[in-house]
């Protein structure tokens, strides 16, 4: 007879063991954590006392910090924890008040507290959310918080406000992002591990431990990438609604990965594509100023264009690292024995997560976003959380509503667009619209060397000017949009590429130079499909197309073809015959990354002095692009002066340049909120007396009404644009502006499923 063999755990069953319980404890923690008022726990310890030493008037026990903005612009949350002599009575309230370095008061809000104070056997609290507007460089300047309590009864009490600290504290930067995300997934992956023995015993221990690894992982991304752990629990308080939100999104990814019978691993690679998704927000955000939006992925074929061009090794990386990652963790089992589960599980998880954006959309109201453009800070989680801000790209997607964000009323009653009549014969031989990619010269720091200028023969009458583009740092489409149809940019969905929802024939400057006679082109050097051009361009009404088809591997410099073989090309069509030509042309040379020796030994030198290395080439690299870009143009109106033709030019910088670390403070010390948004604005013509371009230009502050001006000459109008005040998609509207005669020009230029 055989001997009973004694079992014998294995010795990872006990840590399986305390890692459920732990995991557990957690959960609860977390459920229970805005029900807990965790930000007591927090803040500034050291009381701080208002009044007399020997009768004061409360203590402020702590206080915590949040940084918000919306599109009203950029505010700081004040919570505060006050313990109170007595109780408060009407007419009392609590200020708080922003100075900057200088000691001038920048915002103050006084509010009324006598009934948010909770009293106990004449023991008194006061919790209280203070929301002040601050300036947008307020993450990257000095600033003081000031904070006191006034009693309607004693006028003296004003006194007694005073400094709780100096601002800022400094926010994340994206290595911190990336290093803290790797080490969530790291940590992920060792508890999984951990636990996978006995959570592949059934579907319930699946569920269960997906609830589990799901929460572990919401507490993770949340309190280390997307917040510091403080400010984490701040927010848990603060919007609990958001809070539970994204606490859902997450356990629901990990808990549908389990239910389809997926490997828990798979609930690691939901966690990562979320994070990743949070950090391409926040570059997105540094880069352009706008979040992540639907087009972000409508464009995913054209930027993989890009990658093959630049980076033809990346993506053969990629497929080998998923196919070792299926090979390794026998992935091709369930892919291909349950591909039907498989497709249901995920159009269910995509559904669930839009159902529950949606439903935050209506409960919450307008996006709430964090920003600090100047150290890469973003927090775009306050709404959604990590797992539904990535879906609200798929629901943007998926709406077949409008892409616009302004008010518009566009009905039956709304005029049609009216044509101008045909009058005269063409006022110019040649119209030439100069896109210069990522041009600016008014930089105040980094770069040493002057902005090149132009050396111009006499017979050149020129115009200059510094207006508003509608982007920076990228959105090149954006720039294009405005100044080819005259609308602003502002009335769009942020994020929104317009070139996707255009009607087939767009209202602009091609289509009416074609109605007052002009042959039209549109030239740039680059693939035709990127930012939906071949589509567009036809759109918009020109006949002649150039794209990167049309040049050479010898008329390259650096990376991209050069601004002198554009102009090249340009000079030549314009003498192919004698018919009046419009060509409205988009460079490409001075595009980025600038990180890189392109230009060897062509490199001009322009970076200021004692910076690092890296730095000095990116900045050079930049600047060397500038003055080929300037020597072009310079090129061009030498000939066109000594052609004899009747012209007219138009250049301007698309937007500024996005130079990295190296361009920081290249605005100055304390620079206008508007500074990353200005651009060169020129016009040239021959000095005959025909048209006088500071009268036609003049009211030109934003790149739309420079479309608008530009239009009015193509068609022989030369009355001045009005100067009415103007929609900008960062810097918000001026007072008075009004959409109401642009909407005619709206109904024509879009698709009606696009139109609100």
Known sequence: MNAPVTGHRPASQPLAGLL???????????????????????????????????????????????????????????????QLLKPLQEGDKVRVELLNDKGIRIDQLSQAVEKRQK?????????????????????????????????????????????????????????????????????????????????????????????????????????????KLGEFLFWSGFRPEHYYLAWGSMVLGWSL????????????????????????????????????????????????????????V??????????????????????????????????????????ATQTGNKLLGANIRYVDRAVNYHRDIIRAGPGLYLFNLVDEMLQSGNVFRYPLQINERTPELSQPARGQPPRFDLVIVLQYESLWLDWQGKICAPAPTLSLPAGVAQWHKTIHSPTTGGMTVLAEFEMNTGLPAGLLKQGVVPYYYLSDKVPGLAR????????????????????????????????????????????????YISDDALIDHLLKRSNQDDQPLFAYAVTMQGHGPFDGDRYRAQQRSGACPDQSPADTQLLNTYY???????????????????????????????????????????????????????IPMMAFTRNDGAITLERQFAPVRQLYQMGQATRALLAGDLTPIEDKPVLHPVLGEEKGFDPSPLVPQIRASFRADALP
């Open 20 to 82: 459920l319980g732990l995991l557990t404890a957690l959960l609860l923690l977390t459920l229970a954590l805005p029900l807990l008022n965790p930000v007591s726990w927090l803040g500034r310890a050291a009381p701080l006392i208002l009044g007399p030493a020997d009768q004061p008037i409360a203590t402020l026990n702590r206080y915590s910090l949040l940084y918000k903005s919306d599109n009203r612009g950029f505010y700081l949350v004040v919570r505060s924890q006050w």
């Open 119 to 227: 009293c106990r056997q004449e023991r008194c609290t006061l919790d209280l959310n203070s929301a002040l507007r601050a300036p947008d460089d307020a993450l990257d300047s000095r600033y003081q918080l000031r904070i006191g309590l006034l009693l309607a009864d004693r006028p003296e009490s004003a006194e007694y406000s005073q400094i709780l600290q100096t601002l800022p504290e400094r926010g994340f930067n994206l290595t911190y992002l990336m290093t803290s995300l790797l080490l969530v997934l790291l940590v992920s992956a060792a508890v999984l591990k951990a636990l996978l023995p006995r959570l592949r015993r059934s579907y319930r221990a699946r569920v269960a431990g997906s609830l589990l690894l799901g929460n572990l992982t919401f507490v993770l991304l949340h309190g280390f990438v997307v917040f």
């Open 257 to 312: 990965c389990a239910l389809a019978g997926f490997s828990l691993y798979m609930g690691l690679l939901f966690t990562a594509l979320s994070g990743i998704g949070l950090l391409a927000n926040f570059m997105k955000i540094a880069i352009y100023g706008v979040p992540l939006g639907g087009d972000d992925l409508g464009n995913l074929l054209a930027l993989l264009h890009i990658l093959l061009d630049q980076h033809p």
């Open 314 to 355: 990346v993506p053969v990386l990629v497929v080998l690292g998923l196919l070792f990652l299926v090979w390794r963790f026998a992935l091709s089992r369930w892919i291909l024995r349950g591909l039907l589960r498989t497709t249901a599980a995920t159009a269910a998880f995509f559904a669930l997560c839009v159902f």
């Open 512 to 559: 009416s130079a074609r109605q007052n006679g002009y042959q039209t082109l549109f030239a740039h050097p680059y693939v035709e499909k990127f930012w939906g051009r071949a589509k567009a361009i036809p759109a918009l009404g020109y006949q002649e197309r150039w794209f990167d088809t049309r040049f050479t591997a010898l008329e390259h410099k650096g990376l």
């Open 624 to 678: 060397t692009g500038v003055v080929d870009a300037m020597a072009s143009l310079e090129r061009l109106l030498k000939t066109l002066d000594n052609s004899g033709k009747r012209y007219l030019v138009v250049a301007f910088g698309d937007h500024q340049p996005f130079l990295m670390s190296a361009g920081k403070n290249i605005h100055g010390a304390k620079p206008p909120r508007d500074a990353p948004y200005q």
